[in-house]
């Protein structure tokens, strides 16, 4: 059973934004709203700036389908996180539990009015017809259902952001990693939060 | 005696909830998921010729998953380049 993720690999990240920029066209989204972004940490650093692409996780147990007061959000059998906007009030719960910034409001008007959210749908689209163009207006490109991986991940140039089956896109990643010359130290607890002995060190190299 | 029991069970049963797990598996249920209408990406019609996406059968889930699972392959240069 296919689960669909995103994995950015730090280490390839050049942070050109091609996938901003192909999330953009494909899907259409209006100007204010980003459903992807690149973060970079230590910007300008020589040898220690790391970037990432950071849209909806697609999280497992999301937090924003347990805040939504109206529940709009669904999830799909591939694991994809969705939502209906004929539902959705536009009152941003989701976005404070979110905690990749993923929900997105459009603003317009005097007072900054809130629209409905809007956010990375997996190239999945969302309750209307799939390949319509209502399904197209209100949540982008179908793209699963036309057979192919959202435009981010096979736009991307460097191929530092997989997406796909977590069983396929891990085990790329996992190939990578070892050719890097680097074994099981680069996943887990260690890795993410640091040695947890006083006076113990991280990894050699770093993570990758 | 017969309300201290009773209470006793209803507050086992209430600590009984809390072990409670939610279901994990998405159920797919007369079009909807979650009560959400919505088309499983399987059952439209491959459009591969029109669209150069993955070519499935419509209806089969398998060999939907089959057909994205080689295009998520195309990710991997070391097969997509070294290895065709």
């Known amino acids: 059973m296919a689960r669909m993720k995103f994995l950015c690999d730090a280490e390839r990240c050049i942070e050109c934004n091609g996938c901003v920029t192909a999330c953009k066209n494909e899907n259409e989204v209006?100007?204010?709203?980003?459903?992807?972004?690149?973060?970079?940490?230590?910007?300008?650093?020589v040898g220690a700036e790391k970037s990432i692409s950071v849209a909806c996780m697609h999280c497992s147990d999301a937090p924003c389908m347990a805040v939504c007061p109206v529940d709009c959000f669904y999830k799909t059998e591939d694991g994809v996180v969705l939502h209906d906007k004929d539902l959705c009030i536009g009152c941003g719960y989701c976005f404070y539990a979110c905690p990749f910034g993923a929900p997105q409001f459009p603003q317009a008007g005097a007072f900054g009015l809130r629209g409905k959210m809007d956010k990375c749908t997996f190239c999945a689209g969302g309750p209307e017809a799939d390949r319509t163009e209502a399904e197209f207006k209100k949540y982008g490109r179908n793209r699963l259902?036309?057979?192919?991986?959202?435009?981010?991940?096979?736009?991307c140039s460097t191929k530092a952001l997989l997406g796909g089956d977590g069983d396929v896109?891990?085990?790329i990643y996992r190939e990578r990693v070892l050719r890097r010359g680097k074994g099981s130290e680069v996943w887990g607890w260690g890795?993410?939060?640091?040695?947890?002995?006083?006076g113990a060190q991280p990894p050699a190299g770093g993570k990758s | 005696?017969?309300?201290?029991?009773?209470?006793?069970?209803?507050?086992?049963?209430?600590?009984a909830v809390?072990?409670?797990?939610?279901?994990?598996?998405?159920?797919?249920?007369q079009g909807k998921y979650q009560g959400k209408p919505d088309t499983q990406a399987w059952n439209n019609a491959s459009p591969a010729a029109e669209l150069?996406?993955?070519?499935?059968?419509?209806?089969d889930r398998g060999s939907w998953e089959t057909a994205i699972n080689q295009r998520a392959l195309g990710q991997n240069e070391d097969i997509r380049i070294y290895k065709q």
């Open chain 1, 169 to 171: 896109i891990a085990d």
């Open chain 1, 145 to 155: 259902a036309e057979g192919k991986l959202p435009a981010c991940a096979e736009m």
């Open chain 2, 1 to 15: 005696m017969r309300r201290v029991a009773l209470g006793a069970a209803v507050i086992a049963a209430l600590f």
């Open chain 2, 52 to 59: 150069r996406g993955s070519a499935w059968n419509k209806g």
């Open chain 1, 30 to 45: 209006p100007w204010g709203v980003n459903r992807r972004r690149v973060v970079t940490i230590n910007d300008g650093v």
């Open chain 2, 18 to 29: 809390g072990c409670g797990e939610q279901a994990q598996v998405t159920v797919y249920k």
């Open chain 1, 191 to 198: 890795t993410a939060y640091g040695p947890g002995k006083a």
